[in-house]
């Protein structure tokens, strides 16, 4: 390879690079910035409600039909599946398990990714090309505590309390499709649900929660506060705030198992 | 001698290779009405964003009474933001609240003003700028672009600032419709003896609104006058804004 071969090859490869770079930068700075204001007085108390409601109440149907069939998928498949080794019993361990540690909490994330994420992503965009955001400044308040800090807020409190009401619906899909598909007693069922509960496979699920409530409120302002040029932006603004929030929170998903489970 | 409000400097800015500001000079006394006017493209809003603190220049110092803005945290730029109001092009009023609540902002956020006072406040200069009490409760969508313009002017002026921002206030308005926005503009700014910075290419605004007018071309200011002096004078560039014409000095990027 001659000389302008390799340095052409390198500068391919280091454009990218140096971009990525960059944006990790910028968004290291906007956590920094925005988590400063989330614990700094002005604080913003009716944005805050007014995110919960949209965020936490609103959601409330799209997670319990996720989580209602999710529990009901599980049920099923588990059932068929430890038939092979005549450990059917376990049904209902299997469901509490897998809906409390993981399907709950991820499968929630994901929709309020698809939902509000991208509510937030487009609102805050919006705001941003029609110049709000720069009348909000003028008006001396700060966009980080007016508008990011209550939605971060409410992502890190709400999401928990969704994937609790979501355990439940989950445990009690597995319980329909266990009870009057599979034939298990129901009293049985409850019971081996109830014995074989631990407080961290709830406890787990929880923080994870939170956990993805974060980054899915983030990445929604994130994506919407860069966002510029017009309703093509805002729109690109949208899809970039619901593809990097669900990659996120399988990401963190896994390093999350690895640090409550890995022994 | 009159009183410097705001003092410009060699006040630079570029975006990427783009050099947009490149050594702006200027002076706005106290209680004056200065226009800058300037084709699309040369710079206007970037100005005006410097001097807001809204984007940081590469260079240069900007006064406002004698004191530096330049470089300020956004938490040290609020005490300038409390004498400062702005009229935005588009309007810019929050489409999640309501026409008062908009234009009652800075009395409900900052000032901590019971709900109450702060719409009957609302409602009073919503009077003051031509709007009936019954457009209070509606959502800014729901106002046509001269009303809007109206309720941003409202919402600019509530806090009775020193200082007011005008961001081409006649744009996309019909001619009447300007004019009575020129006439509000004038009456406010009277009313509140404030001294005003609107950016402009709408020269019968300008004529109507301007103590001064200062022209901005290829990023520097290259006359400045009074209205008057701005018909009679001979400098290429001005006559060619004025007369509307492609053939000057002036080239057009296309």
């Known amino acids: ?18 971009k990525f770079i960059i944006s990790l930068g910028e968004l290291t700075l906007f956590i920094v910035k925005a988590l400063y204001h989330c614990f700094t007085p002005p604080f913003y108390v009716k944005n805050f409600i007014k995110q919960l409601l949209e965020m936490g ?3 409330l149907p799209v997670v319990g039909l996720t989580t209602i069939f999710a529990g009901m998928v599980i049920a099923l498949q588990s059932y068929s599946g430890f038939a092979r080794f005549g450990a059917e019993s376990a049904v209902a361990s299997v469901v509490l398990i897998s809906v409390t540690r993981e399907l709950a909490p991820v499968l929630s994330a994901l929709m309020v990714a698809g939902r509000v994420g991208a509510a937030m992503a487009a ?14 400044v003028t008006l001396s308040t700060n966009p980080f505590k007016y508008l990011i800090a209550p939605r971060l807020w409410s992502g890190v409190i709400v999401l928990p309390i969704l994937v609790l009401i979501g355990d439940i619906i989950g445990i009690f899909g597995g319980y329909v499709v266990g009870v009057y598909k599979l034939g298990f007693n129901p009293a049985n069922y409850i019971n081996s649900t109830l014995q074989n509960m631990e407080s961290i496979d709830i406890v787990s699920g929880l923080v994870k929660a939170a956990v993805f409530g974060f980054i899915v409120a983030l990445m929604g302002c994130y994506n919407g506060y860069r966002s510029k040029g017009g309703a093509q932006g805002v729109g690109q603004a949208t899809t970039n705030a619901v593809v990097s929030a669900s990659i996120l929170v399988l990401i963190f998903n896994y390093v999350l198992t690895e640090i409550f489970f890995s022994k | 001698m009159e009183k410097v409000k705001i003092s410009i400097r060699n006040l630079h800015k570029s975006f990427g290779k783009k050099r947009v500001l490149t050594g702006v000079d200027l ?47 956004l938490s040290q730029q609020k005490k300038f933001h409390d004498k400062m109001g702005m009229l935005f092009q ?27 006072k702060a719409k009957v406040e609302a409602i009073r200069v919503l009077r003051q700028v031509g709007l009936t009490p019954d457009v ?32 081409e206030p006649t744009t996309g308005l019909d001619p009447i419709m300007a004019d009575v926005i020129n006439d509000l503009i004038v ?17 019968a605004s300008a004529r109507k609104i301007a103590d001064k007018v200062a022209m901005l071309y290829q ?24 007369n509307g014409s492609s053939q000057g000095p002036i080239k057009v990027e296309v």
Request: aromatic share 6%; hydrophobic share 40%; proline share 3%.
């Open chain 2, 219 to 242: 990023g520097k200011i290259i006359w400045q006058g009074t209205v008057k002096e701005m018909d009679k004078t001979e400098n290429p560039y001005v006559r060619q804004f004025i």
């Open chain 1, 57 to 59: 109440f609103y959601s």
């Open chain 1, 123 to 136: 609102e805050i965009g919006t705001m941003r090309v029609t110049e709000q955001i720069d009348a909000l």
């Open chain 2, 90 to 116: 588009g309007g810019a009023l929050f489409d999640s609240l309501s026409v008062w609540e908009n234009v009652a902002f800075s009395l409900l956020e900052n000032k901590k003003t019971p709900r109450e």
């Open chain 2, 187 to 203: 009456e406010s700014a009277k009313g509140l003896g404030a001294t005003t910075l609107t950016i402009t290419h709408d020269l």
């Open chain 2, 27 to 73: 002076d706005i006394n106290a209680g004056e009405s200065l226009v800058v006017i300037g084709g699309s493209g040369t710079g206007k809003s970037v100005l005006i964003k410097c001097i807001q603190g809204l984007l940081t220049p590469d260079d240069g110092s900007i006064k406002i009474d004698n004191q530096e803005v330049v470089g300020l945290g």
């Open chain 1, 1 to 18: 390879m001659k000389k302008h071969q390799v340095e052409h090859f390198l500068r391919k490869l280091g454009k990218p690079l140096v």
């Open chain 2, 136 to 167: 209070a409760d509606l959502s800014p969508s729901e106002l046509s672009g001269g009303m809007q313009k109206r309720v941003g002017l409202a919402r600019a002026i509530i806090t009775k600032p020193e200082i007011i921002f005008f961001d």
